[in-house]
C-alpha cells in the first residue's frame, strides 16, 4: 500500500513538470515568432498645417467682484414710537418722498398744542408791556417774558422735528426690500425697517487686487465683466488709496449697465483685469501644442 501511493505522488510529480514545460516552450515559440516578425506597421497620422499669425496679446489676471447699487441705504428709526401706518409692500417700487411709514404722534400733538397756545400767550404779554410806559414795567420783566417767547417758540419748532422724524419718507426713488413690520408694533429707536436700493440704469462693481496690481490699474480704465451672456465693459471711476493690513489687497470700484436690472446688489461677478499696455505675439492654434511630461512643444 505505501509503495502504491509512492508512486503515485511520482506520477504526478512528473506529469505536472510536463505540463509546465510544454506551456513554457509554447510561450518561448510566440516569442520567437514575434522577434522574426518585427515591429507592427505604424499607421500614418493626420496632419494639418496651420500658419502662425502675429496678434495683439493682453496680460490679465482675475478677481472676483461684488455688485453695489449706486444708491442704497437702510431705512431705520430715528426716534421710538407705534406704528400706525405702512405704506409699502416687499419688493415694491416707490417714488422720491413717499410716506414709507408713520409713527403715532398723539402724545406730541397735544404737547404741540399746548406749545403754541404759550407762544400766544407770551406773545400778549410782550405787547401789553411795550405798550405801557417804560417807567411802569422795568426793563428786567420785560426781558424776561421776551425769553420766556422765544422758548415756547423753540418748543414748537422741537415738537414738529419730533412729528416730522416720525413719518418716514424714502428719499429717493427705489426699490424697498422685504417688510416686516406692521402696525401697532413698537420700534425703537435706531430699528432697521427695510433696505432701500435706488434703481438705475448703472451699478457699481467692487473688487480687490493685489496691491502690486493695484497701482497699474488707471483711472478710467476698463474692465471686463464675466456674465452668463458673455463679457461686459466697465470703467473704472475709484481706488480706495489704502492696503488692507490683512489681506495687503486694495479695493477697486468700476461702473458698468446695469443690464436692465438683471444685476441686483451683492450678486458675485468675476472680473478680469487687464496689465500693461497689449503686446504684439506670435500666435499658433491650441491644436497644434502637444503635451508631454517633459514640457510642451510643437512641429514647425
Known sequence: MKWRTFFAMIGAVVLTAGVAGGLGYWKWKGIQKAMRAGPPPEFPEAVVIATAETRPYQRSFQAVGTIQAIRHITVATEVSGKVTYVGYESGQ????????????????EADL?????????NQATLDRYEQVSANAISKQEVDRVRAELDQSRARVEQLKTTMAKKEIRAPFAGK???????PGQYLAQGETITTLQGTSDEVYVDFSVPQLQAAGIPLGGTVSVMLAGGEVTARVIASDPRIDMTTRNARVRAIMPSMQGRLSPGMFVDVRIPLGEAEEVLTIPPTAVRYAPFGSYTFV
Open 113 to 121: 398744542r399746548a406749545a403754541e397756545a404759550l407762544v400766544r400767550l
Open 176 to 182: 424697498l426690500g422685504m417688510r416686516d413690520v406692521q
Open 93 to 108: 417700487i416707490i417714488e422720491q418722498d413717499a410716506v414709507i411709514l408713520r409713527l403715532d404722534t398723539s402724545t406730541e
